[in-house]
């Protein structure tokens, strides 16, 4: 990854900040974003601490203009783009079917969704121009379901779907799409989601470890060695000739 640029979205805590570190530790250059600019700030902190090279640009990727401002921002700073992972998203609350409210599985979609197709568009249209690869975060809820997490579990099925897509159309221009599901990490998120579910009752760990044939959750800084792997299998790719490469997580 030396010398690529490396966007990640979401990165301001958990899972993308984990990658954010990752690609910086395999010498990729690092646009840093999230709505959290103090989480963003502290990401960028982390990576020049350890001597990579990141700069922070906040972004709510339910919005074109962010998302489109994002990538004109790593062009602006870097000269290119060659990777992205497209990680930024929301859990929703633990409700019924029958019970959720309109406004939660809006939001959800929109966020998650709608946030990743922009992601896509405005990347992939860069990419067309200098080859790359993005990488989208679904989840283990975009393979089965969840009870409580209808919404939640739509919209990682639909990032799945996208995902396939975008693959199917730029194939033969060479850009690669896949995808990553992870199973539960230890974020803010999965900490929230348990919360949720058991009323405050259970720890993270109690509840979720006995769900994992491993017998524990995933630690941030672990799955993005996979992640980090697909997006410089896809870059090696975009070297040939005729080929360029997206990786969806």
């Known amino acids: 990854m030396s010398g690529k640029v490396a966007l990640v979205t979401g990165s301001g805590a958990g899972i993308g900040r984990a990658a954010a570190l990752k690609f910086a530790e395999e010498g990729a250059k690092v646009i840093v974003s999230d ?76 966020v998650n969704v709608k946030g990743t197709f922009l992601c896509l568009k405005y990347e992939i249209a860069r990419m067309l121009k200098n080859g790359g690869g993005a990488i989208v975060l679904a989840s283990v809820a975009g393979l089965i379901g969840f009870s409580g997490l209808g919404p939640y579990v739509a919209s990682k099925h639909a990032i799945n779907g996208l995902t396939k897509n975008a693959a199917l159309e730029y194939s033969k221009q060479g850009i690669r799409v896949n995808s990553v599901c992870p199973g539960g990490i230890e974020t803010r998120m999965l900490d929230s989601l348990v919360t949720q579910a058991s009323a405050g009752r259970v720890s993270t760990h109690e509840m979720m470890d006995p769900l994992h044939p491993i017998g524990r959750i995933g630690m941030p800084m672990k799955w993005p060695n996979s992640s980090c792997g697909s997006a410089r299998r896809a870059l090696l790719s975009s070297l040939e000739p005729t080929s360029q490469s997206t990786v969806a997580m």
């Open 35 to 110: 709505v959290n600019i103090d989480g963003g700030d502290e990401t960028v902190a982390l990576v020049k601490r350890k001597g990579g090279d990141a700069v922070f640009a906040r972004a709510d990727v339910a919005h074109a203009a962010d998302v489109e401002a994002l990538v004109t921002k790593a062009v602006d700073t870097y000269g290119q783009l060659h990777c992205a992972c497209n990680n930024a998203g929301i859990e929703g609350k633990i409700v019924p079917i029958a019970e959720q409210s309109e406004d939660n599985f809006d939001r959800v979609m929109i």
